[in-house]
């Protein structure tokens, strides 16, 4: 324990006197928070409005679970007439009304005990009310002679109880500490931590505020709010705790209580989470594409980069703080509710859409939403792409591509079948003028006219393959009829084709891709499947219209085909074309290829296929 006259951080303090009975409970009761006494506040109907940590420990309870629970439950059922008198009494009474009672065997109280009840009137209801304290009729009569150290001891029963670190010092050192205080410092005994000077537990950068605060502190009070400091640990590491200070008065001898509460980790989190703020807000700040923080709590926009800001045509200021609809989204359903809030991208990963600008242009989008933390906050990262320049880019790249296929087509057709032809016919003019002299000769020169001749057969049909112009010439129905007839000669396929009569089979971008689809479907299942038949069909079904080929051949399970460059082009193209592309396929059961896509009317004539009147 303390020992008088010790210099401490403050002057030295008098010889400590054995303070009264009346100085012991008024320094006791002095504060309701920090009290080691058990203190409840009843109303007049004898509940439990208030309660501070003392009075709950006694109680076997949680203070926020004991309010509002009738005090008579924790009373002994022989004395629950008395303290039904005695909360009568001291609602009604001008001084302090004393009763002894028991308590029952639920609670911690090892005695009987007394009430001592003072009234008041609660100023916003105007109720009565009564601030009870909870005293073991012993120690409220004791009379040893040593009373300061019976008053001490209380103390160190309620630091064993107190929930944060407890921390006793007179004259800037250390006289007592509770478990949770040992815990704190890093300490195994209280023999480790009693005797020391308060700031050698203490980090330098806070000398000067703690020893400030000490020093200030009037006596008989305590601050209203905490002050972060930092410690220093047995282990010499470094913490950050929160202390409220209490002066408490023993008999004239004032301690002071140091509450602390460890906060580092608090600290620590919101110190990532502003590193992870600023970390986001850089990302924001650089990204090429328009990016914003959406809340999913609130669904209002956090944050929007300049990129964001102008592709949505609207100021920040228009931006945060609203809801997702503020940016008039549509979805590619046409619906103008489809996406209009942030519940609606949660289950969404990349979608295309329409974004209407306040000036009423339109623009294609590509909308992606990833669901993150933006501070502690659930958030959704919203991204999105004007598809104006790539849907351009893209067509310029598949016209640029056709073009190169004309090309190529042209340069086999007019060189390479041209220069077999030449040595096709040589060799028969060689194998003309052996047969008188070598028979044998001459079948061989033969044979390989008969090779030279297939393989010009086989480089018309690539050429053909190759070139979109026998779409342009004859249409599309032709050109997969002959797809199918060249495939089939090809591989020794049962490969047929139907076409449906009432499409009428203009030139078209469309016509170019279903035909580039039907022809990566045919060589797949020619090359890969093992099919003995394959059907390729071009039909209508009211105003949409179906490529499909199938194949009767070994299948494969959908999930486990890795998806190669030639599947992406076909349902690239499909896109293109405002169609969809599905794949059906089981082991042993064929694959079907199907792409459906919308029909042009007679207005777009020049755009599409269209349909043919039925009359």
Known sequence: MYEAGKVGLRSPRPQVVP??????????AADFRFSPVAQVTLDRNGCIRRI????????????????????????????????????????????KVCTQLTLAGTTRAISPVELQSTAGIDTITGRA??????????????????????????????????????????????????ASALRLLGAESAEQIEGRE?????????????????????????????????FIRLDGREIIVNIVLKSVDFGGVYATLVAARDVTKERQTEQSLVVAKDLSAQILANNSIATAILSAETGRFSEANEI????????????????????????????????QSADSLIDRREYEARLTRP??????????????????ERSLLLMIQDLTDLRRLRKDVIAISEEEQRRFSRDLHDSHCQDLTAIAFFAETIAAGLAARDEDAAKQIRMLVDMVQKSVENVHALAAGLDSQ?????????????????????FGLACTAKVDRKIDYRISAQAVHLY??????????????QARGLTLELQRDGDSGVLRVKDDGVGFFIEKKPNGLGLRTMQYRASVIKGTLKIDSKPGSGTVVICSFPLSDERERGEGLLVKSDR
């Open 52 to 95: 501070n940590v003392a009075a709950a420990v006694l109680l076997k309870g949680e203070p926020a679970q004991l309010t509002d629970i009738p005090f008579i439950a924790f009373v002994d059922k022989a004395h629950c007439r008395i303290f039904l008198d005695h909360v009568g009494e001291a609602t009604r009474a001008t001084k």
């Open 516 to 529: 580039r689809i039907a022809q990566e479907a045919v060589s797949n299942a020619a090359r890969h499947s």
């Open 198 to 230: 308060i700031l050698e537990v203490t980090h330098p950068d806070s000398y000067p505020s703690l020893r400030d605060r000490l020093s200030r502190l009037p006596e008989g009070k305590s601050e209203s709010t905490g002050i972060e400091e930092k």
């Open 129 to 178: 009310f009564c601030r009870t304290a909870i005293i073991a009729v012993a120690t409220a009569r004791s009379t040893a002679p040593n009373g300061l150290t019976n008053h001490a001891s209380r103390y160190q029963d309620w630091f064993e109880l107190f929930p944060d670190a407890a921390i006793l010092e007179i004259g800037g050192r250390i006289i007592s500490a509770n």
């Open 19 to 28: 303070p009264t009975r009346d100085q012991l409970e008024a320094a006791l």
């Open 470 to 490: 026998q779409i342009q010439e004859s249409g599309l129905g032709v050109a997969l009829k002959d797809l199918a007839s060249r495939v089939g000669r090809r």
């Open 308 to 339: 964001f800001c102008r592709l949505v045509a609207r100021p920040e200021k228009q931006v945060i703080g609203e809801s997702l609809s503020v940016i008039q989204l549509v979805g590619p359903g046409g619906s103008e509710g489809e996406f």
């Open 359 to 376: 000036d009423g242009s339109v623009l294609e989008v590509l909308v992606s939403a990833k669901p993150v933390l933006s501070g502690q």
